[in-house]
């Protein structure tokens, strides 16, 4: 894939949410497998979204997540409108041109997200237990892509302690495609999604 993002050429990625307690918007930091930060993942909330979500709660307003680079490029959105139950949510890049969907389902405490190209084929399933914060990303065909979880070992294990930091790992050979960036984009995100669905 031509002018293939170097954000989704690593393998390893480490979400750190940064505290804004004065602000609605989340943020959060991203690192890659060396330690060093390479992105951030910030809401967008419209100020009429701000007193909205007090009366109505936010699990039925739209929300904005948009993933960016070091140099300030966005490389992609998640966007999802007014919903009422088990919305969709959109993924675009950069250009706002849509990638893929992610179809949320809901089961107790085991959230199943099927993640779909632009043409709404099944392209992975990331499935897992919130409460455990154990997670797996699998292809339609139920071959392994990789994992969401809080527990990892080696160099990171020391820096990444406390509850509000994850770690998404991908297969090497998984190839470096618009499904990768639809499949990273949807597990990199996956904590503000689901605070966003409850």
Known sequence: MSNFPQFFETNEYFIDQKVNYFKFEAEYKVFGQDGNQIGVIKQRISTGHKVLRLILGKAMMPFLLEIVDMEGNTLAVIKRGWTFFMSEIAVLNGHHETLGFIKQKWAFFKPTFHIMAASRAKIAEIKGDWKGWNFAISEANGEPIGT????????????????????????????ENTDKIVVVSTAITIDMVLKESK
Do not use: H
């Open 148 to 175: 969401i979880s809080k527990k990892w070992a080696g160099a990171m294990k020391e820096i990444f302690t406390t509850a509000d930091k994850y770690n998404v790992s991908i297969r090497e050979e998984y190839k």
